[in-house]
């Protein structure tokens, strides 16, 4: 009698480029141009026009931009030349750091070298400015706000309807075919009639997991 075999199917981020989602390259291009990044009252960032309604955009993004770049030079520096391309992940991990070094929430004695460095160039995106809504800005503030935009725009990126999915049509294939001397579960005899949504629920994807997980708190993933 046929025996079932199961088959796990793992793929990469780039699995969703053909379906014409944004790629790591993109996203990260997004957040270093800041052009369509909105800043709302409620503390949240998202894509669209800054124009339409009141929102507080032309306080914040300016300032995380520029606090990108800048962190951007060190993690350029760390790597060997043309080793590793310096992507919105990297923004987070350094962000994130930053801030927990400055609330206090980990101990970290390798950042304070870190945050020593690039003060003077932050400084002047600390001085409260012309119509300004926020209380005097912190280093903190700067990095928690920083961390907060990645994080809202990397997950409405990625919350986009794919266009097309017919690059996934291997994997429909795959499933249907024989292993040795068994079969699997799709391709089963009496199995046939199964719907096309059953099949499918046996496929799992995986893409940038870490970055949709659930928050513990605001800022903060694990």
């Not at 199917?9 to 052009?35: C, K, M, N, V, Y």
């Not at 339409?52 to 030079?73: Q, W």
């Not at 499918?200 to 928050?215: T, Y």
């Amino acid at each position: 009698m046929p025996t079932s075999e199961k088959i796990v199917f793992l793929f990469g981020s780039g699995i969703s480029i053909p379906a014409e989602l944004p790629s790591t390259e993109d996203i990260t291009q997004i957040l270093l141009r800041g052009e369509g990044i909105v800043r709302a009252t409620d503390g949240t960032y998202y894509l669209g026009d800054s124009q339409s309604g009141y929102n507080l955009t032309d306080e914040y993004v300016p300032r995380v931009k520029a606090f990108l770049e800048r962190i951007k030079l060190e993690i350029d520096a760390f790597y060997p030349e043309d080793s590793h391309e310096t992507n919105y992940e990297d923004f987070y991990y350094m962000a994130s750091q930053i801030r927990d070094c400055e609330d206090g929430e980990y101990d970290n004695p390798a950042i304070k070298p870190l945050i020593d460095k690039i003060y003077p160039d932050i400084k002047p995106l600390l001085d409260k400015r012309e119509n300004d809504t926020h209380y005097d800005w912190t280093l903190l503030d700067l990095a928690a706000e920083s961390a907060n935009c990645i994080r809202d725009v990397v997950w409405r990126c990625l919350l986009r309807v794919s266009k097309r999915l017919d690059h996934l049509q291997l994997i429909k294939r795959r499933i249907c075919l024989p292993i040795g001397n068994s079969l699997l579960p799709s391709a089963q005899p009496g199995l046939a009639s199964r719907s096309q949504s059953s099949r499918q629920s046996r496929i799992r994807f995986m893409s940038r997991p870490h970055l949709l997980e659930k928050c513990n708190r605001r800022g903060k993933m694990y």
